[in-house]
């Protein structure tokens, strides 16, 4: 109810590698809503980060959610998580996070500087 009636239809997807006394993967589904504060919309802990555990954490997301118009999702370029959006989540537009875009593009293209308008990118 606090998603439907109090949040921007743009939900952050994340995974977490748990390292304290509980090991696991913890994922979790993320929004902002309208006084531009965190909500936490879903989470749980699974043993794997794999196709399987994001197919089914997106399943239970979307059979207590629905469909939701303008709906957008954001996340890194986890594999499992890309080829599980599509399944439970068709037509809804899938972003990916650009601090994770250039992690990835400075791994790939390591040890030069990338410049855009005059602006330095470290």
């Given at each position: 109810?606090?998603?439907?009636?109090?949040?921007?239809?743009?939900?952050?997807?994340?995974?977490?590698?748990?390292?304290?006394?509980?090991?696991?993967?913890?994922?979790?589904?993320?929004?902002?809503?309208?006084?531009?504060?965190l909500?936490?919309?879903?989470?749980?802990?699974?043993?794997?980060?794999?196709?399987?555990?994001?197919?089914w954490?997106?399943?239970?997301?979307?059979?207590?959610?629905?469909?939701?118009?303008?709906?957008?999702?954001?996340?890194?370029?986890?594999?499992?998580?890309?080829?599980?959006v599509?399944?439970?989540?068709?037509?809804v537009?899938?972003?990916?996070?650009?601090?994770?875009?250039?992690?990835?593009?400075?791994?790939?293209?390591?040890?030069?500087?990338?410049r855009?308008?005059?602006?330095?990118?470290?």
């Amino acid at each position: 109810m606090g998603f439907t009636e109090g949040c921007k239809p743009f939900i952050g997807l994340d995974e977490c590698h748990l390292k304290g006394v509980y090991k696991g993967i913890m994922l979790s589904a993320t929004l902002v809503d309208v006084d531009s504060f965190l909500f936490l919309l879903a989470f749980v802990v699974v043993e794997s980060e794999a196709g399987d555990s994001w197919r089914w954490f997106l399943e239970m997301l979307y059979d207590a959610i629905g469909d939701v118009d303008g709906l957008a999702l954001m996340s890194d370029k986890d594999k499992g998580l890309e080829s599980a959006v599509p399944v439970d989540f068709l037509g809804v537009e899938h972003r990916t996070c650009v601090r994770h875009l250039y992690s990835h593009f400075k791994k790939k293209y390591p040890g030069g500087v990338v410049r855009k308008t005059g602006v330095e990118l470290y």
